[in-house]
């Protein structure tokens, strides 16, 4: 089953624990264990750009990412591993885990 890993830092300001050796341990990883689909890291978020589309059909483009978020969201993995327990064992693994950072872990719906 393919599960999205979503690497959140605590803030855009927060000092990152991990360096980019931790990083490519950790890619090495799963790229070794064979479970890696995808991955990326993001840019900086103040290239986001935002989108709302209201009832009427009109769009709203803001740039920057969602002003009410206090965790920035910094890149993802997508992984395929046989169940939820393997692929929380990996968020744990990941250096986006530590220290003010958290990993979501959402299971790929296929339809």
Do not use: Q
Request: glycine residues 10%.
């Amino acid at each position: 089953m393919k599960y999205m890993l979503l690497i959140y830092s605590g803030s855009a300001d927060a000092p990152d624990p991990c360096t980019v050796e931790d990083w490519v341990a950790f890619d090495k990883a799963v790229a070794e264990a064979g479970i890696l689909v995808s991955g990326h890291s993001l840019a900086d978020l103040t290239t986001a750009t935002t989108v709302h589309v209201a009832e009427t059909g009109e769009r709203a483009v803001t740039d920057g990412p969602f002003a009410e978020s206090r965790e920035v969201l910094g890149g993802y993995y997508v992984i395929d591993v046989p169940d939820l327990d393997v692929a929380v064992d990996w968020a744990a693994r990941c250096p986006g885990a530590r220290g003010n950072g958290a990993m979501e872990v959402r299971p790929i719906a296929e339809f």
